[in-house]
């Protein structure tokens, strides 16, 4: 259990580095941004609790905001990810899936484990590039930063699951 | 009452969901005007730690360019400070005057020098956090420059770092003018390049063309006047019609701004403190 714990804030603490010393530089053509750090909340154990999963990702996503400056938007975003995840995975996980699966290329498949992240990185993005356009609001470039940073960010994800779980 | 107790039960993460939203939300909109929310920015003594050694590593890949930079800036001083010190000396041939002058260009400012840890271009709201805070003497309401122009203004400190509203942020509001003219207005970002700003309202009477200097109009006691903000790139009317809309081209780059200088006028809490006065 405890094992459990440590690697999952190694991975904390991993993806929060990478994301504020790394990833928020990144800005591809004006619109695309890339949130990593989300790959953590989607891919812990399919029997972690509901609590769990809220305090992981409200604590991620805060931490994320320390170090962005950016207060309570990304801790807003990530709890709201963490609290749908749940029917998320019922939605794409398959049928015959064991009570510990950790979601991932090699217990989902390729094809089920792109749509789940997807929905889920959609959602997330959602939720916090709307916040972050409260005071200049242009819904078509909106929709345009969405679509972009989901694309991006969906790409990371796979390249990292790509690398660590094959 | 059991029925209750196990509505809370069967549905207690709905409550902490709402209970975190809530935090989330409180943080997002009580850091506008709440100075105590310090630890929740890059300020705070981790991440402070470690974006400084972070840009203790990343500002060795600029040195070469910001050396050229301040060469550059230097021979021009150079070369007008001879200029002016020659025609000074044929017009009245007086030496300890120019000597006079040199000492009472900077007489009423304190100036600090800071290195910038953390830096964003590419949000709507954009800070800067520099490595020095209130042990260094920075404070609230400072304004910050760097050798091309003005960066901005200081936000909020800690003991050890401080951060700052630069221009490229919607709660930016600096008053400037355009260079050898009285008529002021005041700068205001749009969130989209990072390399332009806006000057606004300026009066339509005024007289302002594209290449013209926009620089600091020294009304409030954060920047003296005359500090160089950019050029005019582009004059329009603005949305109502009854002033002017200049679009400016920055003088400071953003995306690689390393040192900067926070200057502090000595006699401003004087100022600040009759404005508030009148306020009241």
Redesign the interface.
């Given at each position: 259990m405890a094992v459990i714990f440590f690697k999952r804030l190694g991975w904390f603490w991993l993806l929060v580095?990478l994301q504020?010393?790394v990833l928020?530089?990144v800005?591809l053509l004006?619109c695309a941004?890339p949130f990593l750090y989300v790959y953590l909340i989607l891919t812990l154990n399919v029997n972690t609790s509901?609590?769990a999963l809220?305090?992981w990702?409200?604590f991620l996503?805060?931490t994320v905001?320390?170090?962005?400056?950016?207060?309570?938007?990304n801790?807003?975003a990530t709890?709201?990810l963490a609290?749908m995840r749940p029917s998320l995975l019922t939605l794409f996980a398959p049928r015959d899936c064991s009570d510990d699966m950790e979601p991932g290329i090699g217990s989902m498949g390729e094809w089920l484990f792109f749509r789940y992240i997807l929905a889920g990185v959609v959602l997330h993005h959602t939720v916090l590039l709307a916040?972050?356009?409260f005071?200049?609001f242009d819904f078509g470039f909106l929709l345009l930063e969405i679509l972009s940073s989901s694309l991006l960010t969906v790409f990371c994800v796979m390249a990292v699951e790509g690398i660590c779980k094959k | 009452m059991r029925n209750l107790l196990d509505f809370f039960l069967k549905y207690?993460?709905w409550f902490?969901?709402i209970l975190?939203?809530v935090?989330?939300?409180?943080?997002?909109?009580r850091?506008n005007n709440y100075q105590g929310?310090v630890c929740?920015?890059?300020a705070?003594w981790l991440?402070g730690t470690?974006?400084e050694i972070?840009a203790g590593v990343t500002s060795y890949f600029h040195l070469k360019s910001v050396n050229e930079e301040l060469m550059e800036r230097n021979i021009y001083l150079e070369q007008q400070i001879l200029a002016l010190r020659e025609a000074y000396m044929e017009a009245t041939c007086d030496t300890s005057r120019v000597e006079e002058i040199r000492h009472s260009v900077l007489k009423d400012f304190t100036i600090l020098k800071a290195d910038v840890i953390?830096n964003?271009?590419?949000?709507?709201?954009n800070?800067v956090?520099l490595n020095k805070g209130e042990t260094d003497g920075i404070y609230p309401e400072m304004g910050v420059i760097d050798g091309n122009g003005v960066v901005g203004i200081v936000y909020l400190t800690s003991s050890r770092f401080s951060?700052v509203i630069p221009v490229l942020n919607?709660k930016s509001n600096i008053s400037c003018k355009v260079k050898n003219s009285d008529y002021f207005g005041y700068l205001k970002w749009?969130?989209?390049d990072s390399r332009y700003t806006y000057l606004m309202d300026l009066p339509r009477h005024s007289v302002c063309e594209k290449g013209d200097t926009i620089v600091t109009s020294g009304f409030t006691s954060i920047f003296p006047a005359g500090m160089m903000v950019g050029t005019a790139e582009e004059i329009t009317d603005s949305h109502d019609g009854l002033s002017y809309l200049v679009k400016v081209k920055l003088s400071t780059d953003f995306g690689k701004l390393n040192d900067v200088w926070v200057i502090s006028r000595n006699d401003a809490m004087e100022q600040r403190g009759l404005e508030q006065k009148i306020g009241k």
């Open positions: 580095l504020a010393l928020n530089h800005h004006g941004m509901r609590k809220l305090l990702g409200f996503g805060l905001d320390i170090f962005s400056d950016t207060p309570g938007m801790a807003a709890t709201f609290f916040m972050e356009a005071s200049f | 207690h993460h902490l969901f975190l939203e935090i989330s939300f409180g943080l997002l909109f850091f929310s929740f920015t890059s705070n991440s470690i974006y972070s953390h964003s271009i590419n949000r709507t709201d800070y956090t951060i919607s749009d969130g989209e």
